[in-house]
């Protein structure tokens, strides 16, 4: 939004009542012959609906001064004025990848019907996730092993699960052994709707694209509109010698799978000059664990505190954030004191210190392990 003290330069928001009686002192000024203006009459209330709508107009007018510039826009009117800069929100994409089915009798060939549902374990809420066959596949007689195409039943980011959560066939497959989703399964990261502050800043990078040699910026833009893509940075001091450029992208699931790296590469292909040399990879995922003993008033219930802890810490370590290669124990203390009631402290045993590493490297969260105690407690509390 405009800064308000330039707002109330230019489109000022008068106080109700103080436009009540400049209005009152006008009309006695003009000699109007209607003088009763105590709250209960008519006229009164006819004068204070023309100034409530005098006031809303003036709000309006600000809403549309501020929509008319991408840095001001909100909400639809963003996604309005990004039509400007070429540009559109991302869609939610659907996570795409092979399930592997394994075979104990493989005399005849088995057909796999599109639109075959394959599922996961219910997990602690009892949801189960869903993926539907995309293609008629057909693993030859003599084979033990193949593989089939599946789409998640939703998209987003759910679906872009760990290796070994497929397991169930819900159609009898004859002759199959078991089935699974297996390491590197992912073809397509499931995507979220672009957040509008990413749609933004793509907005604004766009003048990167006018320049007449390729930049950071414009390498960056054109890696960050292919959907799918979270994150783009440029590694541009000559990695690889004199010459050299790689383009670090990280997907909905941090690592991005080989056809997003693929799509990125056709991206910035035009970008290429006679000597360029691109190169594209996916960033590396680093999973942090976390052990945190955390402390609250000396007569506080702990029940559901080390749930809340765990779901704060899952929620600054999402991909959303700005500066993924880092974590700092300052940035943990500052979320669960500001968002648990009763907080007092917070003894931090994994990490053991402050993470600051490469650009082509991702922190997200492993294992969450928190213990909630109260600040007389001697003995260890609940885990």
Same mark, same amino acid.
């Given at each position: 939004?405009?800064?308000?003290?330039?707002?109330?330069?230019?489109?000022?928001?008068?106080?109700?009542?103080?436009?009540?009686?400049?209005?009152?002192?006008?009309?006695?000024?003009?000699?109007?012959?209607?003088?009763?203006?105590?709250?209960?009459?008519?006229?009164?209330?006819?004068?204070?609906?023309?100034?409530?709508?005098?006031?809303?107009?003036?709000?309006?007018?600000?809403?549309?001064?501020?929509?008319?510039?991408?840095?001001?826009?909100?909400?639809?009117?963003?996604?309005?004025?990004?039509?400007?800069?070429?540009?559109?929100?991302?869609?939610?994409?659907?996570?795409?990848?092979?399930?592997?089915?394994?075979?104990?009798?493989?005399?005849?060939?088995?057909?796999?019907?599109?639109?075959?549902?394959?599922?996961?374990?219910?997990?602690?809420?009892?949801?189960?996730?869903?993926?539907?066959?995309?293609?008629?596949?057909?693993? @030859?007689?003599?084979?033990?092993?193949?593989?089939?195409?599946?789409?998640?039943?939703?998209?987003?980011?759910?679906?872009?699960?760990?290796?070994?959560?497929?397991?169930?066939?819900?159609?009898?497959?004859?002759?199959? @052994?078991?089935?699974?989703?297996?390491?590197?399964?992912?073809?397509?990261?499931?995507?979220?709707?672009?957040?509008?502050?990413?749609?933004?800043?793509?907005?604004?990078?766009?003048?990167?694209?006018?320049?007449?040699?390729?930049?950071?910026?414009?390498?960056?833009?054109?890696?960050?509109?292919?959907?799918?893509?979270?994150?783009?940075?440029?590694?541009?001091?000559?990695?690889?010698?004199?010459?050299?450029?790689?383009?670090?992208?990280?997907?909905?699931?941090?690592?991005?799978?080989?056809?997003?790296?693929?799509?990125?590469?056709?991206?910035?292909?035009?970008?290429?000059?006679?000597?360029?040399?691109?190169?594209?990879?996916?960033?590396?995922? *680093?999973?942090?664990?976390?052990?945190?003993?955390?402390?609250?008033?000396?007569?506080?219930?702990?029940?559901?505190?080390?749930?809340?802890?765990?779901?704060?810490?899952?929620?600054?370590?999402?991909?959303?954030?700005?500066? *993924?290669?880092?974590?700092?124990?300052?940035?943990?203390?500052?979320?669960?004191?500001?968002?648990?009631?009763?907080?007092?402290?917070?003894?931090?045993?994994?990490?053991?210190?402050?993470?600051?590493?490469?650009?082509?490297?991702?922190?997200?969260?492993? @294992?969450?392990?928190?213990?909630?105690?109260?600040?007389?407690?001697?003995?260890?509390?609940?885990?």
């Amino acid at each position: 939004m405009i800064d308000e003290r330039i707002m109330e330069k230019i489109i000022p928001i008068p106080d109700e009542d103080e436009e009540m009686e400049k209005v009152q002192e006008e009309l006695e000024d003009e000699g109007f012959p209607i003088t009763n203006f105590k709250k209960g009459g008519i006229f009164y209330h006819l004068c204070r609906m023309l100034v409530t709508i005098y006031i809303e107009l003036k709000e309006l007018a600000r809403v549309i001064v501020n929509s008319c510039f991408i840095r001001h826009a909100e909400e639809d009117w963003l996604m309005i004025k990004a039509a400007d800069y070429s540009k559109q929100q991302k869609e939610a994409k659907a996570a795409k990848g092979y399930v592997t089915i394994y075979r104990s009798e493989y005399n005849n060939a088995l057909q796999v019907m599109k639109g075959h549902c394959f599922k996961t374990e219910p997990d602690a809420g009892g949801k189960e996730l869903k993926f539907y066959c995309c293609e008629n596949t057909v693993i @030859d007689a003599g084979e033990p092993v193949g593989r089939v195409l599946v789409e998640a039943e939703e998209p987003g980011t759910f679906y872009n699960i760990a290796p070994g959560r497929i397991t169930i066939s819900m159609i009898y497959l004859d002759g199959m @052994d078991y089935v699974t989703n297996e390491k590197g399964w992912l073809f397509e990261e499931g995507a979220e709707e672009e957040d509008l502050e990413d749609l933004r800043d793509r907005c604004m990078s766009s003048w990167a694209e006018l320049a007449t040699r390729t930049i950071e910026e414009k390498l960056r833009n054109a890696a960050k509109s292919v959907p799918g893509v979270l994150d783009a940075r440029i590694d541009a001091q000559h990695p690889r010698g004199q010459g050299t450029v790689d383009v670090i992208v990280t997907g909905a699931a941090g690592e991005a799978s080989p056809e997003l790296v693929r799509k990125v590469g056709d991206a910035i292909e035009p970008l290429k000059g006679n000597y360029e040399d691109y190169l594209v990879k996916s960033s590396e995922v *680093m999973r942090q664990a976390f052990e945190l003993v955390v402390y609250l008033a000396e007569d506080a219930a702990t029940d559901g505190v080390d749930e809340q802890a765990g779901k704060l810490i899952k929620e600054m370590m999402a991909l959303t954030r700005k500066e *993924m290669n880092t974590l700092y124990r300052d940035s943990i203390i500052q979320v669960l004191s500001t968002k648990i009631d009763n907080y007092r402290k917070t003894d931090i045993l994994q990490p053991s210190g402050d993470m600051l590493l490469g650009q082509n490297k991702v922190i997200m969260a492993g @294992d969450i392990n928190v213990t909630v105690r109260n600040v007389a407690q001697s003995a260890s509390g609940k885990g």
